[in-house]
């Protein structure tokens, strides 16, 4: 009886710890995509992004990884800061979905500005990382 309580502990504590791995990589891939998309980095961006990725701004435009890359790495959408807020997650299997607002300030074209923007973004799990697969932004009330 003591062997089969303590079997159970284990499988139950190992699943918890691998479940909790996994919600940290996926939490860790969501702050490198914020963190590139204030730097610019073009590698960090490619890295990133899922190679069909399905990028969706508020105002109903699409753009594939090879435009949302080249959109923030040239500095035309130009995010000086980014602060997410409210994040939740949920993963099933190889893919996750987070949700979260977006508050920045920004300088496209060499003009300030600000976004308020709700966000739903669609991760996979590829081999140990997880890539951007959709982002669609909706405008905040």
């Known amino acids: 009886m003591k062997k089969i309580l303590f079997l159970s502990l ?5 699943a918890t710890y691998a ?10 891939a969501v702050e490198k995509l914020k963190e ?3 730097s610019g980095d073009r590698q960090a961006l490619e890295s990133i992004a899922d190679a ?3 990028y969706g701004h508020s105002s109903g435009k699409v753009e594939d990884k090879e435009t949302f890359v080249a959109t923030i790495a040239s500095g035309k959408s ?9 994040q939740t997650y949920k993963i099933t299997g190889k893919t ?13 074209g060499g003009k300030p500005g600000e976004v308020h923007l709700g966000i739903m973004l669609v991760w ?3 081999g ?7 982002r669609q932004a909706y405008k905040l009330p």
């Open 36 to 38: 590139a998309m204030v």
């Open 96 to 108: 996750a979905i987070v949700r979260h607002q977006l508050h920045a300030k920004t300088n496209d």
């Open 52 to 54: 069909d990725l399905n």
């Open 124 to 126: 996979i799990k590829q």
């Open 19 to 28: 479940q909790d791995k996994k919600e940290q990589a996926l939490l860790n």
């Open 78 to 86: 130009d995010f000086v800061t980014i602060e997410l807020k409210n």
């Open 128 to 134: 140990k990382d997880w890539k951007l697969l959709a």
């Open 10 to 14: 284990f499988l139950f504590a190992s």
